[in-house]
């Protein structure tokens, strides 16, 4: 079984700060990696996804996360935030194996990012 | 760019009631998925469907809750006796094999029991 922990549950920063969200994750299988932003009011979003090659990935809206194998660790980070960028982030992982049941979602409880001006 | 739509968006129930939650995953897709998110708490897995039937299932889909494609394009969860823990958003997923591995999440359907 996968698990994810994202230890903080609430981030407030200043626009135009940089910021990182923290996530790590348990799994005695590999994994792929994904962040979702839920914006108030609406669904689960995709950011980013890691699922082989370089360990830094781009996402939308500035994003980036590094995977890092030896810290079972993927945080999401962004060099300049905007009050837009106000929402709830979601770290989640699913088994590599093929097959719809196994890519199955394991999230985090996610991180409420305030950006305040 | 081609989205998961979910049905209604927002219903209110009295305890015991039969709820029907709808959801059009994206046309060519072909694993769906079903996840909640009680209000505070993490996005949960449901269950997964694929070739019209349960691939897996979490404890949390018990007896009361079930899962239908009864076309070629809706994808229900059904709850026969809603009980208050069962308020929560619950939020449909499709997986397609053009999709490289992402789950694409419709808008969800808050449900608040009373």
């Known amino acids: 079984a996968q698990s994810v922990t994202q230890l903080d549950s609430q981030v407030p920063v200043f626009e135009e700060a940089p910021v990182e969200l923290r996530c790590n994750y348990s799994s005695s299988v590999s994994v792929y990696l994904f962040w979702y932003v839920q914006y108030p009011n609406q669904g689960l979003q995709l950011l980013l996804k890691y699922l082989s090659g370089s360990t830094l990935v781009k996402g939308i809206n500035g994003f980036e996360a590094e995977f890092n194998k030896s810290q079972t660790s993927f945080h999401l980070r962004k060099p300049s935030v905007h009050i837009s960028d106000t929402a709830e982030y979601f770290c989640a992982v699913s088994r590599t194996n093929s097959g719809g049941s196994n890519y199955k979602l394991t999230f985090g409880k996610g991180t409420l990012l305030t950006v305040n001006p | 760019e081609p989205e998961v739509t979910q049905t209604p968006s927002h219903q209110v129930t009295q305890m015991g009631q039969e709820v029907i939650l709808r959801c059009v995953p994206i046309?060519?897709?072909?694993?769906f998925y079903w996840y909640r998110q009680i209000l505070g708490q993490k996005v949960e897995f449901l269950v997964s469907f694929y070739n019209n039937e349960i691939s897996e299932k979490s404890e949390i889909f018990d007896d009361q809750f079930s899962v239908e494609r009864p076309d070629g394009s809706n994808f229900t969860l059904k709850i026969r006796s809603t009980k208050l823990e069962d308020s929560a958003m619950y939020f449909c997923a499709s997986l397609g094999r053009s999709s490289g591995n992402t789950i694409y999440f419709g808008e969800g359907s808050w449900l608040t029991v009373v």
């Open positions: 046309s060519n897709h072909l694993y």
